[in-house]
């Protein structure tokens, strides 16, 4: 069973930066896209920014400030997120498209979510 697995999130204040890591492991062929959600008390879970085949793409609301990446022989993507502002404080979750085995049975896309890492932002 694929696995992801982040880590980076923290406090930090608005003007600052933070870097978020999300690992894949477990069951994987290979990874379709790649991405960063977010998730605020109270509001909808909304996409950050993807990353397949090198295309990235990005909510308006961190053009220029974020850069997505990824490293494919680590099936690992990362976030920098810099000039923090207290608005990006929320819940960053990863998600992943998988193509991959289960019970050796091959499916073609599958979705895996990571368990959320919190960025605090103060201003």
């Known amino acids: 069973q694929v696995q992801l697995v982040e880590s980076g999130g923290g406090l930090v204040q608005a003007g600052g930066s933070l870097r978020l890591s999300c690992a894949a492991s477990?069951?994987?062929?290979?990874?379709?896209?790649m991405g960063w959600y977010r998730q605020a008390p109270g509001k909808q879970r909304e996409l950050v920014a993807t990353?397949?085949?090198?295309?990235?793409n990005y909510a308006d609301s961190v053009k220029g400030r974020f850069t997505i990446s990824r490293d494919n022989a680590k099936n690992t993507v990362y976030l920098q997120m810099n000039s923090l502002k207290p608005e990006d404080a929320a819940a960053y979750y990863c998600n992943a498209n998988v193509r991959g085995y289960i019970s050796g049975t091959y499916y073609s896309s599958r979705d895996y979510w990571g368990q959320g890492t919190q960025v605090t932002v103060s201003s």
């Open positions: 990353i397949t085949s090198g295309i990235t």
């Open positions: 477990g069951g994987i062929f290979s990874i379709n896209v």
